[in-house]
């Protein structure tokens, strides 16, 4: 069975900290993506990576850095957490045919 | 434009109907469509996904894509209250001369409600 884990569901940070997020899968899949997905904008790919320490920008990658060390798990990092970071942050894989599995999400609010 | 378009919602439809649920894009090379369902606080989970002209059958689902016209449907046979949701239509864009590396583009999403 497809399994995406994300490490923490409720994630409760101060402005200013340093965040991460850690996401791992089971599938040996290429692909990972994180996303956030805020009420009325849908969800917005941050960054995506494609092999073990390969990453590329999506949409909104600005205030956000991720890690890809091994093939089953990928890191986003927010360098120094904003009030504007507060959001569902997701996590999903893919096989190259596209279909994409994600984790339970992690609802992270910055105070 | 945006990219990828879903009807807008809120939908409402009655127990035992048909919900219709639409989406267009823009990326004429688009080949493979997905439609994801989430419920509210959860995480999107695939339903179906579509990569030829036509229809795709899946229990209640039905999945029709028209390629031509650039506009992917999915229908909701014999509605039921838990099919309240929210549906994200997603589409995996045209190559244009590098990869894709499995990325999608996804509407806005639809909010369904079948109402008892």
């Known amino acids: 069975d497809v399994k995406v884990t994300q490490s923490s569901r409720y994630l409760v940070k101060r402005t200013g900290e340093k965040v991460f997020l850690e996401c791992v899968q089971d599938?040996?899949?290429?692909?990972m993506f994180w996303y956030r997905q805020d009420p009325g904008l849908g969800l917005r790919l941050i960054y995506f990576s494609y092999d073990v320490k390969m990453k590329e920008k999506g949409d909104i990658p600005e205030g956000y850095s991720v890690s890809r060390e091994k093939k089953e798990r990928f890191s986003l990092i927010l360098e120094s957490a904003s009030t504007n970071q507060t959001s569902m942050y997701l996590c999903?894989?893919?096989?190259?045919?596209?279909?994409?599995?994600f984790g339970a999400g992690t609802r992270l609010s910055v105070l | 434009q945006k990219e990828v378009e879903q009807n807008s919602g809120p939908l409402s439809v009655p127990e035992g109907a048909i919900a219709s649920l639409n989406c267009t894009y823009s990326?004429?090379?688009?080949?493979?469509f997905f439609w994801y369902r989430q419920y509210s606080g959860k995480s999107p989970e695939l339903i179906m996904f579509i990569y030829s002209n036509g229809d795709k059958e899946d229990g209640r689902f039905t999945a029709q894509l028209n390629k031509a016209s650039q506009y992917v449907s999915l229908l909701i046979r014999d509605s039921q209250p838990s099919d309240s949701a929210t549906y994200l239509c997603?589409?995996?864009?045209?190559?244009?001369?590098?990869?894709?590396?499995?990325?999608?583009?996804f509407g806005q999403g639809t909010i369904l409600t079948v109402h008892p």
């Open positions: 990326d004429r090379g688009s080949q493979s």
């Open positions: 999903a894989s893919s096989l190259p045919r596209n279909i994409q599995y």
């Open positions: 599938m040996d899949h290429e692909n």
């Open positions: 997603a589409v995996k864009p045209s190559n244009a001369g590098g990869t894709s590396y499995g990325k999608l583009t």
